[in-house]
């Protein structure tokens, strides 16, 4: 259940003409309920799921979608992990316009997959593919 009291959010006009599928509409809806006025936002995939009643699954790949359509930034994480996590969490910027500068000059922009790609696959560690 969404505890937040805010009564609309703002999304990028220019998503109506890009974003085709009911699920990825929804998950950028709800990523820009978390924005601040310069576009940031850092819910994590399970929040944003529940907000959309969908699985993190599901979120990921509409991330995915909107990143590959110029609507959503990634961003290199801040602060600390929280204790049970893996890692920091993710941070996006929502892109209102095409190209939009970073939020700040202290930010900066991190490749799709840049955070998964940790350890070297099987084959690169001289195994085989079986």
Same mark, same amino acid.
């Given at each position: 259940?969404?505890?937040?009291?805010?009564?609309?959010?703002?999304?990028?006009?220019?998503?109506?003409?890009?974003? =085709?599928?009911?699920? *990825?509409? $929804?998950?950028?809806?709800?990523?820009?309920? @978390?924005?601040?006025?310069?576009?940031?936002?850092? +819910?994590?995939?399970?929040?944003?799921?529940?907000?959309?009643?969908?699985?993190?699954?599901?979120?990921?790949?509409?991330?995915?979608?909107?990143?590959?359509?110029?609507?959503?930034?990634?961003?290199?994480? =801040?602060?600390?992990? *929280?204790? $049970?996590?893996?890692?920091?969490?993710?941070? @996006?910027?929502?892109?209102?316009?095409?190209?939009? +500068?970073?939020?700040?000059?202290?930010?900066?922009?991190?490749?799709?997959?840049?955070?998964?790609?940790?350890?070297?696959?099987?084959?690169?560690?001289?195994?085989?593919?079986?």
């Amino acid at each position: 259940m969404n505890n937040d009291r805010r009564r609309y959010s703002v999304i990028p006009i220019r998503a109506v003409g890009l974003v =085709k599928r009911g699920e *990825h509409w $929804r998950v950028l809806a709800a990523l820009c309920s @978390y924005t601040s006025p310069s576009g940031v936002a850092y +819910p994590n995939q399970t929040t944003l799921g529940e907000m959309c009643q969908m699985g993190q699954p599901h979120v990921s790949r509409a991330i995915r979608e909107l990143h590959r359509l110029g609507l959503v930034r990634l961003l290199r994480p =801040k602060g600390k992990k *929280h204790k $049970r996590a893996f890692m920091r969490g993710n941070r @996006y910027q929502v892109l209102y316009e095409p190209n939009a +500068p970073l939020p700040s000059p202290l930010e900066t922009e991190i490749a799709w997959n840049s955070r998964t790609n940790r350890w070297p696959s099987h084959q690169d560690r001289g195994g085989t593919e079986g």
